[in-house]
């Protein structure tokens, strides 16, 4: 195998920002669609039929809107791996010929955009000698599975498995859920399984205006509207299956906005939901081992003002592919204990909200892992552990744990341990009676979004307290309230809105992003976050236009870069008929992830 040498500088030339519908990468890489929207997973799988998608047919197709990928290897050659990719949501106009509105979907059409969400596992090649991959098209292919909204079921683990909150009528034990949703980003753990994050659950539910006195605040805190019978935006799956109804179940939404975690190498095995890892609008988790073997997840809730999370484990990792070993790693995020984050900033630094930098020359401080629950026991006043659980961010809200700018991946750095935070962007950030500029989210009306570097104190990822401090601060670099940790601003490329973040062998930090407040195409950068060339962050590819940049995923030799392009076309006005996106092609928009390789076979990026 390569090894990688040097210094982990950048030496690609940046792709400059355009409004392109195409796929672009440097000069001296090239790209491929692995796979898109409608193509097979499961083998057999009938040809995507925009007139004719059903639950069955999509089933077995690789889903809509892909949002995390991973890469996990399945010999020690490089050449098989299996591909695993979340599918967040669906965009019914961009797939059904004659939509007008989710009202008047065919019932077998819910059907299909609820088997369009969920998680595909794919079983992919190398090509020859390059860094490109392609999925393995006959044979058995025994891993190959569709994860669905539909129909999959999950077991429930952890202190709030079994409790009141999650029993339904159709499971009165609280421990089993049908289907995952709304399944955004995610992180691969050190015993080779995947964990996913069920993020904006709220919209698939109606009825909330239906509830007890009890539940109703409980509910509204996730944004479900407990005012009306039928939300607008609605995506009305009640219509196919009635638990969408709260009116009639309660609890059901209870049971979804929590941490999955997939066993890709166990093909009939069932995906779990951990109740230990807290229940919000999960981003996604990112699993390191600490210095004393527990393990640590870092985790964001994805909404204006929410809050910055960790997860210790109680049992220590085993190192080691012994089934032993494996069978143990995979109950350590069954029971551990759950923090939430308190930013400290330094009493002298004044922040008036224009993203001017602090007198001390950075913004930056020091904070706290506050414990909400440790196993069984609540460490909240007035909460159970299953309430905390369950409710996380009202425990987030009594403990005063820090309003934040929409955390999104937040993911330890392997090389260093130290954690990168992609704070997407607010809107409402000191705007009107919200909450004012403060040094961790520096910008009124933040557009653009910035990254935070959090450093656990004795570099222990276990420990209760941590430094932190803003690397990037977004925008266009001739914007002065940008910073690029203090590189020199005309050699940095514009960024806006991060989203996703990922590292390449060497440490350098690589992030997608969603939403450039700049006009230009979403996505994918990378800069060094050590040595002198940090902050230097440069542009690596740009997708086509309407959507944004997922993943991503460097594979472990550096090179190749799987990046999933989510909602390719997604464009107000535009429908399958009047596409606004012909990506990849030709016709009408297909999600896809791609990857990207050097043409030299050389490391990416260097
Ligand atoms: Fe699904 Fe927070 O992005
Ligand atoms: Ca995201
Ligand atoms: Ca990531
Ligand atoms: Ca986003």
Known sequence: ARQRTGNGALTFRAVPPNKLDTFVVPNGYDHAVVIRWGDEVVPGAPELDVRHQTGASQSKQFGYNNDFVGVLPLDR???????????EYTNEDLMFPGFTSQDALTVEQVRAAMAAHGLSVVEIERVGDTGRWQPVARGARPYNRRITALATKFDVTGPAAGSAWLRTAADPSGRTVVGTLNNCAGGITPWGTVLSGEENFNQYFVGGDAVSEELRPKLARYGIDTAKRYPSGSRKWERADERFDLARHPNEANRHGWIVEVDPFDPDGRPRKHTALGRFKHEG???????????????????RFDYLYKFVSDKKYLKGNSWHARRHNLTLLESGTLYVAKLEYTSTDEVDGSGKLPTDGAFDGRGRWIKLVSGNRSYVDGMTAADVLTFTRLAGDKVGATKMDRPEDVEPSLATGKVYVALTNNSNRGVGSNPKADEANPRTANKHGHVLELVEDRGDNTAETFAWSLPIVCGDPTDPSTYFAGYDKTKVSPI??????????????????????????????????EGPERGHLKQFLTVPLGAEACGPFITTDDRSVFVAVQHPGEISGASIENPASNWPDGDFAKPGVVVTWRLDGGHIGA
């Open 496 to 529: 806006s809105c991060p989203d996703n973040v990922a590292f390449d062998s060497v440490g350098n930090l690589w992030i997608s992003t969603d939403g450039n407040a700049l006009g230009s195409n979403d996505g994918l950068f990378a800069t060094p976050v």
């Open 285 to 303: 988790a990112n699993v390191i081992v600490a210095k004393d073997g527990h393990v640590v997840a870092y985790m964001g809730d994805d909404e």
């Open 77 to 87: 050659r490089g050449r098989r791996a299996l591909l695993v990719v979340n599918h």
